[in-house]
């Protein structure tokens, strides 16, 4: 079962989207992904993020930022171990209509993933690409 929530918010050229989500037995990550130990007691999950973009005037580029997490617990009598409790990532875009369908998108994204027995990753990547809208 879970539980989630959101809202999104226009002033101007600017938008805020806020949004936060709980659960047991829900996983992280993807659907029903480490939901449960191997003894099927449920784990319990939470995250959320918040982002904010800035629609420039003229041409439509839209810049963004936004930072969300996952973090998931321990099952009842589970020892620390490599499972993943926290995920996060700050992500900076830019957005760039090319036509009513096809946006160009430049974004920065670091991440950090720490585990429950204290082992820790790290990741900045730069992704270039397209958003094909319908």
Avoid: C
Avoid at 86 to 101: A, D, E, M, Q, T
Avoid at 109 to 115: R, W
């Amino acid at each position: 079962n879970a539980f989630d929530v959101g809202a999104k918010i226009g002033f101007g050229g600017f938008e805020g989207v806020i949004y936060w989500y709980s659960g047991d037995g829900i996983g992280t990550t993807a659907y029903l992904f480490d939901a449960a130990s191997i003894t099927g007691q449920k784990r319990e999950s939470e995250g959320g993020y918040v982002q904010l973009t800035y629609k420039l005037p003229g041409p439509g580029t839209k810049l963004g930022v936004s930072y969300g997490e996952s973090k998931l617990d321990l099952a009842s009598g589970e020892a620390p171990s490599a499972l993943v409790e926290k995920n996060s990532s700050l992500i900076f875009g830019v957005y760039h209509p090319l036509n009513k369908y096809v946006h160009a998108v430049v974004e920065f994204t670091s991440t950090e993933s720490e585990a429950h027995n204290g082992n820790t990753a790290d990741e900045d990547s730069i992704a270039v690409g397209a958003i094909l809208m319908f």
